[in-house]
């Protein structure tokens, strides 16, 4: 064995300049993008990654995870105090399993529906209905996982159910179909 290989790998000046570079550049973005990094902040701070990740029984990505929240608070004008209230009836009774949750409360029941609003989001990857809706993931939507080895899914569209009516014909001048 050689001496270079059994030697601990030492800082090189490139290595330093290299990494001085990365941190002056993410300070940089940081000061020019305070809108964004704030919002990230907020969306840490709403324990929304971890509300997500319980009811919908897996891990869910940051990056999306903050898509979702931002989402959800310009469709529903009160998602904080929504959010706010099932994260602490969750904690307050430490459920095992969101089946142990559903089953505690009621059809009806208010944190009931922002569940099924913070779950659906996940799995469709849109928020909001109608004209008014918002894709958010369509390929890493979780309605996906269950085939995602066997079926090819497609990264383009504007989500699930998506087809538009058949254009109209175009017409020249005269009326007449061109």
């Not at 050689?2 to 002056?24: C, E, F």
């Not at 969306?43 to 971890?50: I, K, L, P």
């Not at 089953?103 to 922002?114: C, F, M, S, Y």
């Not at 990264?155 to 538009?164: D, E, I, L, M």
Request: include cysteine.
């Amino acid at each position: 064995m050689s001496a270079v290989n059994s030697s601990p790998r030492s800082l090189s000046r490139r290595r330093l300049l290299q990494g001085m570079a990365v941190l002056s550049l993410s300070a940089a973005c940081a000061t020019l993008f305070p809108v964004e990094m704030a919002q990230a902040r907020e969306g840490v701070d709403s324990n929304f990654s971890a509300v997500s990740a319980f009811l919908v029984n897996r891990p869910v990505s940051p990056v999306l995870s903050q898509r979702y929240y931002q989402a959800l608070q310009r469709h529903v004008k009160d998602f904080p105090q929504r959010l706010s209230a099932l994260d602490d009836y969750l904690a307050a009774h430490a459920f095992a399993h969101v089946d142990s949750f559903l089953q505690a409360v009621g059809e009806n029941d208010p944190l009931r529906q922002t569940a099924a609003l913070i779950i659906g989001s996940w799995y469709t990857g849109v928020v909001g209905e109608g004209a008014e809706s918002e894709l958010i993931a369509y390929s890493d939507a979780m309605m996906y996982l269950p085939t995602r080895g066997i079926l090819v899914v497609p990264s383009y569209g504007g989500g699930p159910n998506s087809w538009g009516s058949k254009p109209a014909s175009p017409q020249t001048n005269k009326g007449v179909t061109a």
